[in-house]
């Protein structure tokens, strides 16, 4: 079931950067073909989120972690140059 989840909302995520591309890259399109675009996204949306929800929820209950929206952050630390007078104040 997972895997069939995965692949709806991969396809539907196809579906949608395609949607947005074919609406950017076609200015003869009336604004009634664009309202009408832009309503079949809003619905696809609206059932994306439903099948992410439902594979995060279906993750959840195998104890996987959810998948990350964005890749992760390494961990990054601030090295702070530390100058002579400073370390003699710290160590008074």
Known sequence: MADEL?????ALGNWLRDAWRFLASN????????????????????????????LAA???RRGQPPAPDRPLMPNFRVLV??????AQDVAA
Not at 81 to 86: F, I, Q, R
């Open 6 to 10: 995965r692949e709806d909302v991969q």
């Open 81 to 86: 140059p530390v100058n002579a007078k400073h």
């Open 58 to 60: 279906e993750n959840a």
């Open 27 to 54: 200015p003869s399109l009336t604004a009634f073909e664009r309202r009408e675009l832009r309503n079949s996204m809003k619905q696809v949306e609206s059932t994306l989120r439903v099948a992410i929800s439902k």
